[in-house]
């Protein structure tokens, strides 16, 4: 079962995401289009687009405006997945080839401006300041995330500390921008707002922090990349910063080499380490704490069937597998 089939007032709005977001790729460039259509099509779970719909939802929204605000967060997200691959070379995204992989690193990028420039043209219809100003300060704090990624590539002194500001950027920002701006939307006082940024905030980060476990644990068909793709590219997330803080000396200078080189000549013996120290288990553990914390925020919002789908989509993120 997918996400937005956990709710069935849901999944008809879903569906007019979905119908927006292809009627919206629209351009006079044709490449613009094919690409476009190519990253958007590809599958994936648009649980942040379907995030945006749960907390309107939940606060009572009765309007349609949800629906192209959902959209923008998943152009955002989209954005983001073209320049991230070109910025790590991945060739495989959703079992599918990148775009990159197919049309070359400055089409994606260039696709990739395109997806932003027109979520912020939606935006401005949607006529809210204070939701501009919510997802116009996340946008900018991915690209700080992204760029912060890039200057701890291939550090293996790189902290925890660290390594969660990376993860609050990267990913717990859009998650967080999709659940409080459909809060403002659905006019919540700021005591819901709140909640639900918090929720947003928590969720994204327990999302990320699965995310790492899978990369030494599911299979290229599970995950719809290759595994071992964070190792090789010298990505020191959190299961290798604890590996490397509660294995040996000997294992810790692995683990080090590892990071330090990138590529995958030490996948396995790198993979022994990270369960053999706990690192999975730490990991999960601290993505479950992230996941209550995410449930524990929804107490200051009404009960609803959306807020039990909310509880359900945190309590789902740490027990996925792909």
Request: charged letters at 25%; a negative charge; glycine letters at 6%.
């Amino acid at each position: 079962m997918q996400p937005h089939q956990l709710n069935p007032i849901i999944e008809p709005q879903f569906e007019s995401v979905n119908d927006y977001i292809i009627n919206h790729l629209g351009s006079n460039v044709p490449l613009v289009e094919k690409i476009g259509h190519y990253i958007v099509e590809s599958g994936g779970k648009r649980l942040r687009p379907l995030l945006v719909l749960l907390a309107a939802n939940a606060i009572g929204y009765k309007g349609e405006k949800h629906i192209p605000l959902a959209a923008i967060i998943e152009f955002i997200h989209t954005a983001t997945l073209l320049h991230d691959d070109v910025v790590d070379n991945s060739e495989l995204r959703r079992g599918k080839d990148t775009a990159n992989a197919k049309w070359g690193n400055a089409p994606s990028v260039l696709v990739g401006d395109f997806l932003y420039s027109r979520a912020f043209q939606i935006m401005v219809e949607i006529g809210s300041m204070e939701i501009m100003e919510v997802i116009s300060n996340a946008t900018n704090v991915i690209a700080e995330g992204e760029v912060l990624q890039l200057l701890n590539t291939k550090n293996p002194d790189t902290t925890e500390e660290a390594y969660m500001q990376v993860i609050l950027g990267k990913t717990a920002m859009l998650f967080e921008a999709a659940t409080e701006s459909g809060a403002i939307l659905a006019d919540a006082d700021k005591q819901e707002q709140e909640a639900l940024r918090l929720y947003g905030l928590h969720l994204g980060t327990a999302f990320q922090l699965i995310d790492d476990v899978m990369d030494y644990l599911s299979s290229s068909e599970e995950m719809g990349k290759n595994v071992g793709d964070d190792l090789a590219e010298g990505k020191a997330t959190l299961p290798l910063i604890h590996a490397m803080r509660a294995g040996t000396e000997d294992q810790r200078q692995l683990v080090r080499q590892a990071i330090r080189k990138g590529g995958l000549d030490d996948l396995q013996p790198i993979m022994d380490i990270v369960k053999a120290t706990g690192a999975i288990e730490y990991t999960q553990d601290k993505a479950q704490q992230e996941a209550d914390k995410a449930i524990a925020a929804l107490d200051n919002i009404a009960e609803s069937s959306f807020k039990e789908t909310l509880k359900l989509l945190a309590d789902i993120a740490v027990k996925r597998n792909s």
